[in-house]
Every structure is written in C-alpha cells, then in structure tokens.
C-alpha cells in the first residue's frame, strides 16, 4: 500500500460524505448516522493536512482539493442545516448572512488578485472549523443553536478578516500561511530577494 496517497484518500472521502448528509436530511430530520458521518469528515479534514506533512506530500494541488473539499462540506451542511433548522437558521440570519458576505468578499479579493482562491489553513481557520464542529453537533445532536453559533460567526468573521488581509499582504499565491505575521514575514523575504 501507498501511504503518500492516505492524504488524497481521506480528502475524497470527505467528498463522498458531504452528500450523504444532504441525503440523510431529505425528510426533515436526521439519524444518529448524521453524526458519525459528520465527525468522520472532520477527522478526516484534520489527518489529511498531519498525514500530508508526515509524508511530506503537501502539495499545492492537495491542499487546493482540502480546501474545496471543506468548502462542498460545509455548502452541503449548510443545506441540510436549511432542511432540518430552518426557524434557527431564519432566527439567526443576521449573523449568518454577515459571514456569508465576508466569506463572498474573500472569494472575490482572492480571485481578482490571484485568479483562484486561497489555501492558507490559517490557526484562525482552524479555530473557526473547532467552533463550528461544536456548533454543529450541538445543533444536530442536542437542537441547541444559542452561544456556539454565535462564536462561530464572530470567529469566522475575523477568521475572514485575517485571511483577506494576508492576500492584500502576499505580492504572490501561495499555500499553508498560518497566520497574517507570518503572510508579513514571507512578503519581507520576498522583497528581499526582487
């Protein structure tokens, strides 16, 4: 067996789950099955990128797949959340709609000033994916939506925040920036060496 191909494995495996969640949300509710196949993808989100380092086979093209994996993830928990929380989801669209709007203006900065999107795997977005697992399973597993999806919008709010200002700082597309210190640093070294 191929152990450089376990990061691939797992980033396409969270692209099966996503689906089979939206399809386990047709009727309005979900199985205990929602979770476990929840948890399943987010271990896999975090394995993909400790495993991709440990063989050192992090490429540009496998973090890029990361990053669109976790973008059809939560598109696809999005939608069941629609199916299952629709009153939570109407009660807290204020919130929703503002990271939504700074997700979109991320999108567009990214896409005017690099042509595609960015696959920095900041500390900030990990700690927003942290607290948006908790807020997902306190919504799937416990119908709770009241503090943990309200920190999930602020952190991913300034998760967002951080990451447009370290593609305004980077003169160039690159991959795995872990915070806006270090997108400072890099365009230092960059300008060093022009």
């Known amino acids: 067996m191929n152990l450089t191909l376990i990061p691939s494995g797992l980033v396409i495996l ?17 199985s205990v099955w929602f979770i476990v196949a929840f948890v399943t993808a ?5 394995l993909d990128g400790v495993i991709a380092r440990r063989l050192n086979v992090s490429t540009a093209q496998l973090r890029q797949a990361d990053s669109w994996a976790d973008v059809y993830l ?9 199916l ?18 700074a997700q979109l203006v991320w999108w567009i900065v990214n896409l005017v000033k690099y042509g595609k999107p960015a696959s920095y ?3 900030s977005a990990k700690f927003w994916g942290i607290t948006l697992f908790v807020t ?4 799937f597993g416990f119908d709770y939506a009241g ?5 999930s919008c602020i952190v991913g709010v300034i998760h967002t925040l951080e990451e447009i200002a370290i593609t305004l700082i980077l003169p160039i597309w690159t991959h ?7 997108a400072l640093k890099l365009r230092n070294e960059v300008t060093e060496i022009s």
């Open 14 to 30: 969270r692209f099966f789950i996503a689906p089979l969640l939206v399809w386990d949300t047709l009727d309005g509710k979900t």
């Open 84 to 101: 299952v929380y629709r009153d939570i989801v109407i009660a807290y669209r204020l919130p929703l709609l503002i990271v939504i709007f």
């Open 121 to 123: 795997h900041t500390y």
């Open 176 to 182: 795995d920036v872990l915070s806006i210190f270090h």
């Open 147 to 151: 503090i943990t999806l309200w920190l």
């Open 42 to 46: 987010f271990l896999s989100d975090i």
């Open 136 to 139: 997902i399973i306190a919504l």
């Open 74 to 82: 939560y598109l696809c928990i999005a939608a069941s959340t629609w």
